[in-house]
């Protein structure tokens, strides 16, 4: 299917330029996640039809079929989709910031960070479940803030930022790795479990704030698409044309590093989805510029994804679902060096 775009006008005289091949990814991203998503819900010891789980989910359900779906399933799968959107989102924002297709939190350190925070709640203070999702919020922006000063030299650039988060990266890796070992056996099993990254015995609690931030930072992220793209170009082409730099920069730096942190504290740090999402979505599309919605829906499809291959991909042995996205995602990296190479790019 080749790109093409097509221009619609508004009565008002606005003009918006819309790319059908782009619209048309993000529209099969959105009805695949939706048949994954139902598929979860009807995964587990008690298997649950996809139309019963549609019926249930309309409020046709018997009581057993309400319980298990309602309370025990449906929050998780918010909370895989949620998680998986804020990562694609946050992914796409760093890569395009920084133009480098390596800038993303899991690089930058962004996710050692927000571990960070986890591990000195769990180590220190054998704080509860929400005390350890702050800790991992409040870390990951620590973190966020230390790179972008860090990085700062008349304006923040890409391979300054790139290479300011993988010395921030390293420093706080060797931090998380000096909490562990001061740490009794209870809390060092508790936090390694978390290192994992996990969507087990998540409920409303967790979908709950994530809903809000995502409602907060969706629209405004979308509202300065124009500005980052036009960014791409270059700081002197983008002030040429209008766009104030560094106030757009820092504040899309913020929404990312609030949508990786809060992401990593609903499920702890799930590994490569901020990497792929982006890349995958923009070989997808094959338009320019950050492919902010369509990294969004390829997260949230990976994460549900990955989910359901964790459930049922491994027989009764269950996996933390960071453990299918690291190995996923470790296989695409493989497959994308060997194919850069053969083509003669590196």
Not at 133 to 151: D, P, R, S, W
Not at 317 to 338: F, I, K, R, S
């Amino acid at each position: 299917m080749k790109t093409t775009n097509r221009a619609v006008r508004t009565p008002g005289g606005l003009s918006l330029r819309l790319d059908i091949r782009a619209l048309t990814v993000v529209l099969l991203l959105l009805v695949a996640t939706l048949v994954a998503s139902v598929a979860l819900i009807g995964t587990g010891d008690f298997p649950i039809p996809a139309a019963d789980v549609l019926r249930t989910l309309v409020g046709e359900g018997n009581a057993g079929q309400e319980f298990i779906v309602n309370e025990l399933r449906l929050p998780r799968v918010l909370a895989g989709l949620l998680v998986g959107a804020s990562l694609g989102l946050g992914g796409a924002l760093f890569q395009s910031i920084s133009r480098n297709p390596l800038g993303s939190p899991d690089v930058l350190g962004l996710g050692q960070g927000a571990t960070a925070g986890a591990l000195t709640v769990i180590v220190l203070f054998s704080g509860t479940a929400g005390q350890v999702a702050v800790g991992a919020l409040v870390g990951g922006l620590v973190t966020g803030f230390a790179i972008y000063v860090l990085a700062w030299k008349r304006g923040v650039h890409g391979y300054r930022l790139v290479l300011v988060g993988i010395g921030v990266s390293a420093i706080v890796t060797a931090v998380n790795g000096y909490l562990l070992t001061k740490s009794d056996i209870v809390d060092a099993a508790r936090a390694v479990v978390w290192m994992t990254g996990s969507l087990d015995g998540r409920d409303w609690a967790q979908v709950w704030p994530l809903s809000g931030l995502c409602a907060v930072l969706v629209p405004l992220v979308l509202v300065n698409a124009r500005g980052l793209r036009m960014m791409e170009m270059g700081d002197d082409v983008s002030n040429a044309l209008g766009v104030r730099v560094e106030r757009v920069r820092l504040l899309l730096m913020v929404a990312a590093v609030l949508l990786t942190a809060s992401a990593t504290a609903a499920a702890g740090p799930v590994g490569f989805v901020a990497l792929t999402a982006p890349q995958l979505a923009r070989r997808l599309t094959r338009a320019p510029g950050p492919n902010l919605l369509a990294s969004l829906c390829m997260g949230a499809a990976l994460l549900v994804t990955a989910d359901w291959l964790s459930q049922r991909a491994f027989g009764a042995e269950q996996l933390p679902v960071g453990v299918v996205t690291g190995v996923l995602g470790g296989a695409y990296l493989l497959w994308l060096l060997v194919t850069e190479r053969r083509a003669g790019r590196i």
